[in-house]
């Protein structure tokens, strides 16, 4: 008996040969579905992380600057910030420090400015934040140039100077002097703009 069954087993197995391989291939099909599932999950995450990494980037907020004037008889004026004016106007008193930073800078974007005082001449340029100007010596700015340093191409930096006997002069932009040399006319005031191309 035990030798007649196991001749109908060969007999079966025999009849049915493809049945390995059908089940080879069904085995390759359902791999092959799993595989593409996972891919497309994958692709699908990270074009959602694009997306949302793009609307961030879209919806930031575009950098500004912020200046503060130091004011004969007045002193450290509170901060002013985009083409506000620090300083004064009608009063006939003299600008005598100043101090420029940006908000929410590109990269390593800076601002840098240099200031031309009575006596002095043009002094050397500073950075983000340090006074360009005297405190405590009763001297006047007359001029001013200011530039963005490591600014993506787009942005420029504009400014416009209030002078004595003057009023407000034209606006200038990157590096340009605002204000007056050899004419010992004082800076009253300033506005300062950051601006697309």
Do not use: E, F, P
């Given at each position: 008996m035990e030798g007649e069954s196991s001749m109908i087993m060969r007999r079966s197995h025999d009849h049915h040969p493809g049945w390995r391989r059908s089940l080879l291939r069904l085995?390759?099909?359902l791999v092959s579905v799993?595989?593409?599932y996972v891919i497309s999950s994958v692709s699908m995450v990270d074009l959602q992380q694009q997306a949302q990494a793009a609307t961030q980037i879209s919806a930031a907020p575009p950098p500004g600057i912020c200046y503060q004037a130091h004011v004969q008889n007045i002193g450290w004026q509170g901060a002013v910030c985009n083409g506000q004016q620090?300083?004064?106007?009608?009063?006939?008193?003299?600008m005598e420090a100043l101090r420029i930073w940006l908000i929410r800078p590109s990269g390593r974007m800076r601002v840098c400015y240099q200031a031309h005082v009575?006596?002095?001449?043009?002094?050397r340029w500073v950075c983000n934040g340090q006074q360009a100007g005297t405190t405590g010596q009763s001297l006047r700015m007359e001029a001013i140039r200011i530039v963005l340093v490591n600014a993506p191409a787009r942005?420029?930096?504009c400014y416009q100077a209030h002078v004595q006997n003057?009023?407000?002069?034209?606006?200038?932009?990157?590096?340009?002097?605002?204000?007056?040399?050899?004419?010992?006319?004082r800076m009253e005031?300033?506005?300062?703009?950051?601006r697309r191309r």
């Open positions: 085995s390759i099909v799993v595989m593409c620090a300083g004064t106007t009608g009063q006939s008193l003299r009575q006596n002095i001449g043009w002094q942005w420029n930096v003057i009023g407000w002069q034209g606006q200038v932009c990157n590096g340009q002097q605002a204000g007056t040399t050899g004419q010992s006319l005031a300033i506005q300062i703009y950051l």
